[in-house]
């Protein structure tokens, strides 16, 4: 077991009093009573509680360990997060635990508990889709532990974040199409009611409207999965001969339609390019290899560990929370390169 | 902070003295002066501190929580084996906490303490390829936390174990292959001072020797990645007109090879059948989809849970420990199918 400066709150638990009983008697406060305040009083004197050192706050003395919960370790935009979080966190003597919610909004608030239980000095979190109840998050928040969100962020709470502009990498993405000269572009999208379905559509609209391209409506597809383009091969199919461009809102649907098409005796990129959005190890193993949109995943775990480590250091840091918003990349190989 | 069952270390802890002279001081020891005695038995007292249902153990109360130090999180193989563990630990009412070593034997013991110091109830590890001393481990025993090694072990450390028989894995990947009809197998295979690259060697053989047929020692490369394949790639042309099979020794350099004969003219798989190991999800996205060998991570993670929920609910449990061996499967896809 580790040894660690005793704190109000640790006295409180043995003692099994209130921090604040604790905190009063040992300011002699009028309220409590002799008894307590002799029990606290000698106690503390006897664990060594030292009060200037850690007066201003409840918490216990530094684990040195952050914690982090992800909605899924498999998906390679996360796993390129721990990365970065792993190379700043290790680099400035902290260790890393990490929690994988499965999406799953109850196995969330445990693991938060579950952290929160091993004291971490701090937590990165990236909200689980299911989540609707910001209750867990406050439990953070109230338990002094320093929190930043990162890519998808729980708006109730104040807190450092750090994002990426989904909009702008489908804007970017959109735009090398059309400056490689394509007019009619099939966009692969995801449901609407998703965050991110909506703004990669409208970076795809915005680039059209930069352009002064009109948008033809029939050229926008539900399509987000591997087993999506299978469904509707079809329907892609049924466009391909007035099509010179795809935009995927994701890679493996991107390949996927892509294989499509080649089955089909479409050359790719001279009849229709393709690009995708996420960069993940399928993009450089595809062949042709894929166009896409690098997310900044390892980007955004350095940034939103760094922005937790100065919340960690200073305690008592009063700046006003900060969003760091990261613009996505483009990436360009095969699909798209003649 | 979570309130949990006060024990004798606790106590320890807090009054700063051993965890044994706390143990005699509540038995009234003798060689315990009557000062500490009162000291130890009054605060006991007051923590309600219950000596019968902990006194075999100086461990404090369970954490409900399972940790796991993984090499590499980004690897598809431990992404499932973590989907299995999750499974299983969740159902019984488990949390999960998870470390990556980072294939960096420093991380690895720094993890291991960290895991000790959350009083996880059991830990889950696969051992770091850097890793040569056993004494992290052996902290783990002597603080009597319950250990279960999968995929790769610590040798010097007794405790149950769960393991993938590789060799078996490449011996039905060639037999496929040979079954197939293939005569002149290429296998494009790790270093053999790597522990997989001898196994997965001494399959291939073991088929070729199964099926008398002659072993050709010029159709073995050193080639296990795909940039291996690039750099390699006159070698695997020249091979090429001689050959009606490939074992590669992981899906990436498979495909990167499947792909190589492709661009130059060969028809996988009338005229070249191809198979390589891991089934991670590139297997199904190449063109043509990859045979290969499942390694089952999702049942390696499910067992080595099962195994350590087994001990970690029964801390006296007398049976010896175990080693479970699971077999790898076959998976036939496009690569290999006329």
């Not at 390679?76 to 979080?85: A, Y």
């Not at 609707?132 to 929190?147: A, D, H, K, W």
């Not at 502009?165 to 400056?179: F, P």
């Amino acid at each position: 077991m580790k040894t660690h400066q005793i704190t109000i709150k640790d006295i409180a638990r043995i003692l099994e009093i209130s921090p604040s009983t604790v905190s009063r008697a040992l300011k002699n406060h009028p309220d409590i009573s002799p008894e307590t305040k002799k029990l606290v009083q000698t106690f503390a004197e006897k664990v060594k509680y030292r009060p200037n050192a850690l007066a201003l706050s409840l918490r216990s003395s530094k684990t040195f360990t952050i914690g982090v919960i992800i909605p899924e370790i498999v998906h390679h935009f996360f796993s390129s997060v721990i990365s970065g979080i792993e190379d700043v966190a290790y680099a400035a003597g902290y260790k890393v635990m990490m929690c994988q919610s499965n999406e799953n909004d109850a196995r969330e608030a445990i693991n938060i508990q579950a952290l929160l239980d091993s004291q971490v000095d701090g937590i990165l979190i990236s909200v689980s889709k299911t989540t609707r109840n910001s209750e867990p998050f406050q439990r953070i928040v109230e338990n002094n532990t320093p929190i930043v969100f990162f890519d998808r962020v729980c708006e109730e709470i104040e807190s450092d974040r750090v994002i990426v502009d989904d909009r702008e990498g489908a804007r970017i993405a959109t735009q090398h199409l059309i400056s490689l000269g394509c007019k009619q572009i099939l966009m692969l999208g995801a449901p609407l009611h998703m965050l991110i379905g909506k703004q990669r559509l409208d970076g795809y609209k915005l680039a059209h409207e930069q352009n002064e391209l009109a948008i033809n409506p029939s050229l926008f597809m539900r399509c987000d999965t591997r087993d999506d383009v299978t469904k509707q091969a079809d329907a892609i199919l049924s466009l391909a001969p007035h099509i010179d461009g795809i935009f995927a809102v994701n890679d493996s649907t991107a390949i996927a339609a892509m294989q499509l098409l080649m089955k089909n005796g479409y050359k790719i990129p001279t009849q229709i390019k393709v690009i995708g959005f996420g960069d993940g190890p399928n993009a450089t193993i595809s062949s042709p290899s894929l166009s896409t949109v690098g997310q900044k995943g390892y980007e955004i775990g350095q940034e939103s560990t760094r922005m937790l480590l100065t919340r960690i250091s200073n305690p008592d840091l009063a700046e006003a929370f900060h969003t760091r918003v990261l613009t996505p990349e483009l990436i360009v190989r095969e699909s798209t390169t003649i």
